[in-house]
């Protein structure tokens, strides 16, 4: 669909009283697509609108950085009262492999 010249009034009357890219595509029969790259190439925009309200805009409140750190208070150190045991002590190469062999032995 190729734009006309009457479309191209209609969009550009509609776009200036503040009807959305939606509204004006359903009411001329184009896609909203279709609708934003036309403005876009007509080089129509909406004009800022002017705040209705005058927030006031306040300073964030001063903190200590310790407050703010993640590590601010130190972590309570948990120690755990079970018995820890011994580990075994360490084999040499011939008692390991004694010790495979007879595992074999075992299985089989």
């Not at 705040?51 to 972590?75: E, G, M, S, V, Y």
Request: aromatic share 4%; proline share 6%; hydrophobic share 40%.
């Amino acid at each position: 669909m190729s734009w006309d010249a009457d479309d191209v009034a209609l969009l550009k009357k509609l776009w200036s009283v503040g009807q959305s890219a939606a509204q004006i595509a359903r009411r001329l029969g184009y896609s909203r697509n279709a609708v934003c790259a036309k403005l876009t190439r007509l080089d129509l925009k909406r004009g800022h609108k002017v705040p209705t309200a005058k927030p006031k805009i306040r300073p964030a409140p001063k903190r200590r950085p310790a407050l703010l750190a993640a590590c601010a208070r130190p972590a309570v150190k948990v120690v755990s009262r079970k018995k820890v045991t011994r580990q075994p002590k360490e084999f040499s190469k011939r008692q390991l492999y004694a010790i495979l062999a007879e595992a074999v032995r075992n299985t089989g």
